[in-house]
Structure formats: structure tokens, C-alpha cells
């Protein structure tokens, strides 16, 4: 409400009253922008469904949100003793010209670094533009040196660019590789192997009526989360395939010697029986003769200190 003065001396002239939950000028109430920013902080909502369920802007939502936010960035970092580093990808990158040199530099990058807390709960705790050694120290430097100190474990996927970033910043942690990293990698081998089958064979790509199409997301999955019927609908048609069936079957039983090997590693087996596994699964894949198996044995095995 706007309330005018009567006194012809007055210099205001008018004026409105305000409160703290309205300030003057305000359409909102602070009540409602924090409820905003926090739909996204806490809640996961995105800033489009968090501005269609309270009836607001997108540009509303998206400065509640940044107000929100420097309350939990301007806190300081839990104690970390697993540091988790992992790339992901965010929007498009981004060239910009420039206008001296006429070249072309890359303004925005795809690919960023995200740092999180591996053992507990704390979750997220820093993310950089780019996936490269430098833009992890440029993270890890703004960090305090205690802070850095208490990590023990760093793990990460087998990227020898992380790596070489945490014996740079992270010299006394241990570097480890997270098994979820190293079974995607055998699932990679495994959509390879199929391709080029294929491709090489057939002379075309995949169809649904080929055997190994139809079985691609099988092959996949764990053994032990196929039914019997499942697993026979798998192996009998490619069983009887041929070469394609014989060459997927051959990188299937790899990638489940590579999840037995693991699962020695994970529950602690001794030295002997994980030593027998290890070698089974490096046997197994030089004796395929399949170009994608052997370069995954010799990728786990050059990072098997890291992996077990």
C-alpha cells in the first residue's frame, strides 16, 4: 500500500509500508523466495517445475536458488577420507572467435569434474569446468591443507589424468579404482565386440532380427540377475550362430570372470584364491583372440594394484 503526505513541505511526498517478509518494492514475500530456493536446494526440483508449482518466474526461482545456495557453499568442508572424483557431462561446449587472433577458443566446456564424498553422507562437494589434471588442482588448491591431509583413499575411474592430478595434489592418498567403473568398462567391450562382429561378418549393421541383437541387453547383465529362461534365451541362439555368437559368448564369460574377480576383491579373500581368479580371467581373455577382451585384460591388469 502506498501512502501519500498531505503536508505541501513534505520532500518524500509518498511512501509504502514495508516489514521484513516485504520489502519496499516487493511483489514476493521472502518466505515464499526461500521456499523457492529450496525446492531446488534440498528438494531436487528443478527450476522450471519449482517456478510452474508456486506460480512464479524462472528468473525468480533461479536467484532464490542462487541466495540459497552460498548458505551451503560458504560452509566448510566436512572431513573426507574417500574422496570420489568422476567426470560427467553438462550442456554443449561452447567456441568463441577471437577477434585478434581470428582463432577459435573454447569459451565453455561439456565436460565437467565433480568431487563427492565416497564414504558418508555429505554428498557434493565441489564441481569444475573441464576433466583435466590441471582443473583438478585448480579445485583441490582452494582447499585447505588440513582439509587435503585427512583424505586417505581418492577413488576414481582409470583415468590416468586423475591420477596424475592426485599424486600432484594428493600425494599421501591412496589411489583406488571404483568397480563400477571397471564392469562398465567390460560392458563397453562387450557392445564393441558385437558391432564388429557384425559389421565384419554380416557386412551391415545390427537388425532386429539378428540373434545378437535381440540378446544385447542380456549380455549386459549380471548372471545371476538372468532367470534360467532368460539365460537359455541368450546363450542357445548365439550358441548356434556361429562366428558373431561365438565371439559374444567367448567376451560374455570374460566380463563375468572379471565380476567373479572383483567380487574376491571386495570380500576380502586371501592372496591364493584371488591370485587363481586373476589368472583365470587373464587366461581366458589372451587365449579369445578377440582384440576388445585382450586390451580390457591389459587395462585391468596395468591397474590392478589400484583395483584390488
Known amino acids: ?66 541466495a540459497c545456495a552460498v548458505e551451503v557453499t560458504d560452509q566448510p568442508l566436512p572431513a573426507v577420507e574417500v574422496l570420489g572424483i568422476d567426470e560427467t557431462r553438462r550442456g554443449r561446449t561452447r567456441w568463441e572467435q577471437d577477434p585478434v587472433s581470428g582463432k577459435w577458443q573454447l569459451t565453455r566446456d561439456r565436460w565437467h569434474t565433480g568431487f563427492v564424498d565416497a564414504l558418508h553422507a555429505s554428498g557434493l562437494l565441489g564441481q569444475v569446468e573441464g576433466r583435466t589434471a590441471a582443473d583438478v588442482l585448480a579445485w583441490l588448491s582452494t582447499t585447505p591443507m588440513t582439509w587435503r591431509k585427512s583424505i586417505r583413499y581418492v577413488a576414481i575411474d582409470m583415468s590416468a589424468t586423475y591420477r596424475a592430478a592426485i599424486r600432484t595434489g594428493l600425494p599421501d592418498a591412496i589411489v583406488v579404482v571404483d568397480h563400477f567403473h571397471v564392469v562398465q568398462l567390460a560392458n563397453k567391450m562387450l557392445s564393441l565386440v558385437r558391432r564388429r562382429s557384425t559389421a565384419e561378418i554380416r557386412g551391415r549393421r545390427g537388425r532386429a532380427s539378428d540373434p545378437e541383437w535381440k540378446a544385447r541387453r542380456r549380455l549386459l547383465r549380471n548372471r545371476e540377475d538372468l532367470t534360467d529362461e532368460q539365460f537359455e534365451r541368450m546363450w542357445n541362439p548365439l550358441l548356434d550362430e556361429g562366428p558373431i555368437g561365438q565371439r559374444l559368448l567367448t567376451a560374455w564369460i570374460a566380463k563375468e570372470n572379471l565380476r567373479t574377480l572383483l567380487g574376491l576383491a571386495r570380500t576380502g579373500a586371501d592372496h591364493e584364491q584371488v591370485d587363481h581368479a586373476r589368472w583365470k580371467f587373464l587366461t581366458w581373455c589372451a587365449d579369445s583372440g578377440i582384440p576388445e577382451v585382450v586390451t580390457l585384460a591389459t587395462t585391468v591388469d596395468r591397474w590392478w594394484r589400484r583395483v584390488w
Open 1 to 66: 500500500m502506498r501512502w501519500w503526505c498531505r503536508e505541501p513541505s513534505c520532500p518524500r511526498k509518498s511512501f509504502t509500508e514495508q516489514i521484513g517478509q516485504i520489502p519496499a518494492g516487493a511483489r514476493l514475500t521472502e518466505r515464499l523466495r526461500s521456499a523457492a530456493g529450496r525446492r531446488v536446494r534440498d528438494a531436487g526440483s528443478t527450476v522450471v517445475q519449482a517456478a510452474r508449482d508456486l506460480g512464479v518466474s524462472w528468473p525468480v526461482v533461479m536467484n532464490a536458488f542462487r
